[in-house]
């Protein structure tokens, strides 16, 4: 139906930066908020930030003024700007979107929320 994919993880030194950008395909009609999770092993998955598709954004306070979400709506693409990377930074990161998406036929639209497979960051100390 709707079908994301991240790329730009990798390993970087602490205090580094790295950029991770999603997009999205299929049978979109509209893509309402586009979000990053990211999860660390033995712990659940959070959001990080979110941003709708006005561009309203909403972050976890662990990454505020470090990380910058931002999207291109002509594309279906998310990014995630991260800066001054920390080793609890570390995680796989998972892009989510919702929104509305045509049948096979085409003939009619349903909502859909997806997921990407997510990408590795790793922040070394």
Same mark, same amino acid.
């Given at each position: 139906?709707?079908?994301?994919?991240?790329? !730009?993880?990798?390993?970087?030194?602490?205090?580094?930066?790295?950029?991770?950008?999603?997009?999205?395909?299929?049978? /979109?009609?509209? /893509?309402?908020?586009?979000?990053? &999770?990211?999860?660390?092993?033995?712990?659940?998955? #959070?959001?990080?930030?979110? /941003?709708?598709?006005?561009?309203?954004?909403? &972050?976890? #306070?662990?990454?505020?003024?470090?990380?910058? /979400?931002?999207?291109?709506?002509?594309?279906?693409?998310? *990014?995630?700007?991260?800066?001054?990377?920390?080793?609890? #930074?570390?995680?796989? *990161? &998972?892009?989510?979107?919702?929104?509305?998406? &045509?049948?096979?036929?085409?003939?009619?639209?349903? #909502?859909?929320?997806?997921? !990407?497979?997510?990408?590795?960051?790793?922040?070394?100390?």
């Amino acid at each position: 139906q709707v079908q994301l994919v991240e790329s !730009g993880g990798g390993l970087v030194q602490a205090g580094g930066s790295l950029r991770l950008s999603c997009a999205a395909s299929g049978r /979109i009609f509209s /893509i309402n908020a586009m979000d990053w &999770y990211r999860q660390a092993p033995g712990k659940q998955r #959070d959001m990080v930030a979110s /941003i709708t598709r006005g561009g309203s954004t909403n &972050y976890a #306070d662990s990454v505020k003024g470090r990380f910058t /979400i931002s999207r291109d709506n002509a594309k279906n693409t998310v *990014y995630l700007q991260m800066n001054s990377l920390q080793p609890e #930074d570390t995680a796989v *990161y &998972y892009c989510a979107a919702d929104g509305i998406a &045509y049948s096979r036929t085409g003939l009619s639209t349903t #909502d859909f929320r997806s997921w !990407g497979e997510g990408t590795q960051v790793t922040v070394s100390s």
